[in-house]
């Protein structure tokens, strides 16, 4: 079991760190979830680009971009998309999720960006 989403392709990422930089130790800035648990051979998306419109940081270790795809935030589990930007030590991605449900997030001018559909293992 794996998941489907979009990667971020390098220069994409480039491009966002100068806006919005990493605030925590560790970078992730690696890709936008869709769909979780599911098998090898899932359907993958079908859009290529999408727009940074949003920040969360929880001001504990957990910062993420929030990503709309075709003008949409919400994931079929009714999570919002998104990029774990930076982690702190000792925090997971998956806690991204949390920050977002817990704190909300802030807009941010939107940044169009090129997003690579693929699934991760």
């Known amino acids: 079991m794996g998941y489907t989403g979009w990667e971020l392709p390098g220069d994409e990422r ?4 100068e806006l919005f930089p990493q605030r925590y130790e560790r970078l992730v800035a690696h890709h936008v979830t869709l769909d979780f648990g599911v098998p090898p051979g899932h ?3 079908d859009a290529t680009e999408g727009e940074v419109i949003g920040t969360v940081d929880d001001e504990s270790g ?11 935030t919400e994931r079929p589990d009714g999570s ?5 930007w930076s982690l702190a030590d000792g925090r997971q ?10 704190f909300g997030w802030r807009p941010a001018e939107p940044v169009a960006i090129r997003l690579v559909p693929r699934f991760f293992a």
């Open 14 to 17: 480039a491009k966002l760190l």
């Open 43 to 45: 359907p993958l998306p």
């Open 62 to 72: 957990v910062q993420a971009l929030i990503v709309a795809i075709d003008g949409n």
């Open 80 to 84: 919002t998309t998104h990029i774990t």
């Open 93 to 102: 991605p998956v806690e991204s999720n949390l920050a977002i449900q817990e």
